[in-house]
């Protein structure tokens, strides 16, 4: 069988890596063996694991294979942030990045090649959507990161330049995601929910759901869906401006959902997972940055389970827009908390080296040299 041909076993569950083992006539708990290599310790090679008889890994290596992303290109950043351009098995190349934090480190994920939603300020939708990722492709992102971080004891995976990022030095077993890379996470519902219940399960990666945020642009019947889940995920919703007269042309992947509505749908997320909604808000010159806007964003969120993250817009070339200045924001901020609205100012990790979303998969789809 051709080795695209067979199925990736990394973005299956430990039930269905059971399905697939009895298939072959294995007992079940060859599924958890095979969960523990896969997932935690990201072992891709058969011949490394050794609890299982060899008779059983040439099987597994017939009939399926093990693959993630392979680093094809990275930036790092002085402040140890490392962007990566990841080639998937079909060709294409996804974003994530890796930021270092006093709590640990944190994974920028992407959910899809490029994205449909046209938000006007952004470069990951500039060629609008190629494809969703598979579960896998999500958690493989991870895995490549985490083998670069030394928290993988499996080689760095088949197929991919690891550890050319070098090492960082003792890192616990935890780690955060955050799902702000490439694409619009509710918008590939299905495998974004599998992906957080590898990375949550015991036989997966056993990281805490409180250790997820998920970005999205505020697809209201998806967060409906994902409030009624009940998972303690963070939610962070894309706002970035505070009435219907400005957002839909901002972002008109959205134009169809009212802000009101929206921000009744992160209410109920709130409410039905008891953690604070954060409301992301780029700041871009003349354009959504002025006080009166600051303070209508104050009338809306003002006695909500929410918090707003102002984020420094980044120059998109081909936009036409530029990101407000840091006195701009910082009198934003004051507006806003003056409403009674905690707001804080993202820091920017990573500003040498551009790693806001979608721009290094833009450049390598152009052609050009880094
Ligand atoms: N689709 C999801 C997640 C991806 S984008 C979402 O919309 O939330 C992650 C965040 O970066 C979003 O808040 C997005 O609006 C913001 N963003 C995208 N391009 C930007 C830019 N050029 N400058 C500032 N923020 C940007």
Redesign the pocket.
Known sequence: MAEAQQENLIGLTLAEMGDRLAALGQPAYRARQLCAWIYPRGETRWEAMTDLPAQLRELLAASFRLSWPETRRTLVSDDGTVKYLLGLDDGDTVEAVRLLYRYGPAFCLSTQVG?G?G?V????GAGGLARNLTAGEILGQAQRLRADLGMTTGAAGAGGRGGATGPAGAVGPSFHVV???????LANFDATLRFIEILHAPWGLAQSHRHVTL???GLVPQIRRLATLGLPVNL???L?APNDRLRPSLMPGVASFPVRDVVAAADDYAKATGRRVTY?Y?L?KGVNDSVALARELGRLLSGRLAHVNL??????PG?G?A?SSGETIRGFAVVLHETGVPVTVRRELGSDINA???QLRGKARAGEKQ
């Open positions: 994205c939603m938000c300020f952004c470069a990951s799902l702000m890379g490439s694409g619009e996470p970005s999205t642009c962070s919703i894309s970035h992301e780029s871009f984020i420094p817009g980044n120059p998109v936009t827009l990101g806001a979303c979608g």
